[in-house]
Every structure is written in C-alpha cells, then in structure tokens.
C-alpha cells in the first residue's frame, strides 16, 4: 500500500463550488504540505503544517484552507472554486529526525474547475 | 530565501546518449540539494541529495549530481539514458539546520528518443 494517499485522483467541478482535496499517510511523519503544479511553474507552496496545531501559508494560499484532521490527514479546501485553480494537486509528508530533509508525495489529484 | 533555477524547461536526447540537467541555486547560507523526478501521471519521488561530505552524489539508477559550492550549481548527470529516464526532473534547495522547507525549480522534461 501506497505511504500517502489522495482522494480523489481526478475530480471535474464548475465555477463556485466548495472542493475538498483529502490526503492520508501511513509513514508517521509529523510534517505535511500542499503544493500545485501547473507547466511550466513548477511546484508551488499552498500550506504546510509541522504538527496536528500548527498551520502555516505557502506562497499561494490565497483562495485555500486547510485542515489538519490528525497526524495522518491533512486536507485542502478550495471554498469556491475558480477556473485558474485547475492544476495537478501534491500532498508531501517530510519527517524530522533520521532524514528530516526529503519529501515524500502522493500520486496527486488533478483537478479541473470550469 | 533561497531560489533554484533549472536552466532548461526541456532536453530531448537519443537513447544511449549521455544527458546533463542544469541546475543553479542562489542562497546566502549552508543548503541541502535535492533532485526530484516525476514520471508520467505519479507524485515526486527523491532521485539523490546532497546533504554533506562529497560533493558527488549518486543515484541507483545511474544518475549523479555534483555539487559545486563557487558555481552554485548541482547539475545532474546521466552518462547513457534509457526511454525509462523519461520524465521530469525537479531541482530543490533547503537550509541546513533551517525549517527544511525546500524551494523547488520549475523542472526540466526529458524526453528521450529512440
């Protein structure tokens, strides 16, 4: 079984709607972000958060929230989703002792507003 | 903060050729360097680091990456590439003994022809 999950993997939604993104992780890390991808701009910081009290911004954490369930679930909110969020969605754990450096990704959601 | 710069948003190259990926960083103190690689359709997944010690580092698959302190570079390296090595490749930068937040690179697609 894959270490971080995201459900779901592909999701089509109009202009306006509420989307919640959902990411689950089986390798005990303490710390977990959100990125998007779009060509060309590589990976962008959305949120992060370093333990289940901590939530930080990213560079672009305009027109997201977050939540962090518990060590395991961090969730990613669009509240009323705009065509210019579609992009491909990464949720990454990172531990912080033994290799507190590397990330670990899931397999991404895409998500498509029109 | 710290920025990465990959020089080449794309390197088509013949199978068996020998292929170099560029990357620059910019940074005012001590940082770890990280090549990532996404093939098609799944998350990043950690090719190599650089944390300390030698300055070369090697992946499994073939792929190295040297770190040079004067050029602030960590180009990435791969002596005879397979269709496999198709994808793309992301240049990350942390602080050492920071927040261990990486800043990613906008990412290089290599595409490799037969």
């Known amino acids: 079984d894959a270490d971080v999950t995201q459900t779901p993997r592909n999701r089509i939604t109009k202009t306006g709607k509420r989307i919640m993104l959902e990411c689950s992780q089986t390798k005990g890390h303490d710390r977990m972000y959100w990125y998007r991808q779009d060509p060309g701009l590589g990976l962008r910081l959305i949120y992060y958060?370093?333990?289940?009290?901590?939530?930080n911004k990213g560079e672009i954490s305009d027109g997201y929230s977050v939540s962090r369930q518990a060590q395991a679930k961090f969730s990613l909110s669009l509240e009323s989703a705009i065509p210019n969020q579609t992009a491909l969605y990464f949720c990454?754990?990172?531990?912080?002792?033994?290799?507190?450096?590397?990330?670990?990704f899931g397999p991404g959601t895409r998500l498509t507003v029109l | 903060a710290q920025s990465v710069t990959q020089l080449d948003s794309q390197v088509p190259v013949f199978e068996e050729a020998p292929v170099e990926l560029r990357c620059n960083y910019s940074s005012s103190v001590s940082v770890y360097l990280f090549w990532y690689v996404q093939y098609p359709n799944q998350g990043l997944q950690l090719l190599l680091k650089?944390?300390?010690?030698?300055?070369l580092v090697k992946s499994i698959n073939g792929f190295e990456a040297e770190f040079n302190k004067s050029q602030t570079s960590f180009h990435l390296r791969k002596p005879s590439v397979h269709i496999s090595d198709t994808a793309e490749y992301f240049c990350a930068v942390s602080k050492s003994g920071g927040s261990y937040i990486p800043t990613f690179g906008r990412g290089t697609s290599l595409i490799v022809h037969p």
């Open positions: 958060s370093f333990d289940v009290k901590d939530i």
């Open positions: 650089y944390l300390s010690g030698s300055t």
């Open positions: 990454a754990t990172q531990g912080i002792g033994g290799s507190p450096d590397t990330q670990y």
